[in-house]
Antibody, heavy 124, light 107 residues
């Protein structure tokens, strides 16, 4: 059974870089795509972007200038870097499996397995 | 970006009630609509994908319908464990976008 676990600092200073890693266990990272989603306290869900095991990425245009995602297939991990953070980036960050349910994936993809989430606070 | 708008933002209901949540897309998305359930302090859980297909293990009291711009999540008989926030999400185009959520509370 595939499980995801986020890790990284819980506190980041303004203007610095938020770095998180998601470790995939119980399955291979080499299939499917992998996604980051965040949720500010008391608010809704925002899709940050996805990465494939090939390294191909798709980012949310609202964050694209500040986001970099990478994948390490040897460690079954993928990572998120978000630079120049401000208080508005304070949120729970989730990693999730972005899996195809149709032959025309990523059209129709679903986020079927999620990590537990990690709270990141941006503050000096 | 495709905007997803849910209504209502919150509702109060009793155990056994039939509950309906609506999701509207700002443009046609065919049947590429998913629903998630989130309980406080927990990650969202996939309930329904492609408008009406139940994810494995999801009780049959949950159902989904709709197409293009208008979609509905229905809980036929609300159970205590169903009190949560529900989000719709379009899987038609990038960036993926979610509705703002509908909180289902105990009356």
């Amino acid at each position: 059974q595939v499980q995801l676990q986020e890790s990284g600092p819980g506190l980041v200073k303004p203007s610095e870089t938020l770095s998180l890693t998601c470790t995939v266990s119980g399955g291979s990272i080499s299939r499917d795509a992998w996604t980051w989603i965040r949720q500010p306290a008391g608010k809704g869900l925002e899709w940050i972007g996805r990465i494939y095991s090939s390294g191909t990425t798709n980012y949310n245009p609202s964050l694209k200038s500040r986001v970099t995602m990478s994948v390490d297939t040897s460690k079954n991990q993928f990572s998120l870097n978000l630079n120049s953070v401000t208080a508005a980036d304070t949120a729970v960050y989730y990693c999730a499996r972005d899996t195809g349910v149709l032959a025309v994936a990523p059209l129709g993809n679903v986020f079927d397995i999620w990590g537990q989430g990690t709270m990141v606070t941006v503050s000096s | 970006d495709i905007q997803m708008t849910q209504s209502p933002s919150s509702l109060s209901a009793s155990v056994g009630d039939r509950v309906t949540v609506t999701c509207r897309a700002s443009q046609g998305i065919s049947r590429y609509l998913n629903w998630y359930q989130q309980k406080p302090g927990r990650a969202p859980k996939l309930l329904i994908f492609l408008t009406s297909t139940l994810q494995g293990g999801v009780p049959s009291r949950f159902s989904g319908s709709g197409s293009e711009t208008d979609f509905t999540l229905t809980i036929s008989s609300l159970q205590p464990e169903d009190f949560a926030t529900y989000y719709c999400q379009q899987s038609y185009s990038t960036p993926r976008t979610f509705g703002q959520g509908t909180r289902v509370e105990i009356k």
